[in-house]
Each structure stands twice: as C-alpha cells, then as structure tokens.
C-alpha cells in the first residue's frame, strides 16, 4: 500500500484559487495513476480529476475549465490546481493511487468556499 499525504487545503472567497498536493510514499510513483476525490456530508465521493502514467487527464464535467491534475514524478506528487472556486467545490479533497487495482487513499484535505 502507498501512503499520501494531502496538503494545502484552506478557506478561501468565491472566485479563488487554491492549489493541493499529494506526496506519495512509493519509489514507482511514475507507475501509478493518480486521482483528486471528493466528498461532502450530503453526497458521494465523486472523480474530480486523474492522471494517468503516460500523463492523460480526466476532469468531471464541473471542473473542467477550472481544475488542473498535474504530476512531478521526481517529487512523488500530484497537484490539483484549482481557479475560480465555487461554494459548491466545498468539500473534502482526497488523494487517490491505483496500480493493477490496488488503490491507496489519502486522509483528505478540506477545502472551503465561502464570503
């Protein structure tokens, strides 16, 4: 199992940006595809972006536009660089690694938009 460690979550005004990281503990990081989760009280976790190996990215449709997924793999890290937050981005952020169907989750990040 990879351990990931989430950061850079905070509060921020509609219209915002903040950007997240993800460190994982592995030395095939490069191997791994990577994803950003997220999840409120009163919904599911949904996809909000993912990474590829070869670096081919994926956003939902409520993100495209806004949202950037990037990987460092000398850094063992993915961002998710976020522009112009919504109230409805509000929720916890996480962090996922997936390799021949094994997946890692991180411990999440809240991300608040509000006046």
């Known amino acids: 199992q990879v351990q990931l460690v989430e950061s850079g979550g905070g509060s921020v005004q509609p219209g915002g940006s903040l950007r997240l990281s993800c460190v994982a503990s592995?030395?095939?990081?490069?191997?791994?595809?990577m994803a950003w989760y997220r999840q409120t009280p009163e919904k599911e976790r949904e996809l909000v972006a993912s990474?590829?190996?070869?670096?081919?990215?994926t956003y939902a449709d409520s993100v495209k536009g806004r949202f950037t997924i990037s990987r460092d793999n000398r850094q063992n890290t993915v961002y998710l660089l976020m522009f112009s937050l919504k109230p409805e981005d509000t929720a916890m952020y996480y962090c996922?690694?997936?390799?021949?169907?094994?997946?890692?989750w991180g411990q999440g990040t809240q991300v608040t938009v509000c006046s």
């Open positions: 996922k690694s997936t390799r021949t169907e094994v997946e890692s």
């Open positions: 592995t030395d095939y990081f490069n191997t791994y595809t």
């Open positions: 990474i590829r190996t070869d670096r081919i990215d």
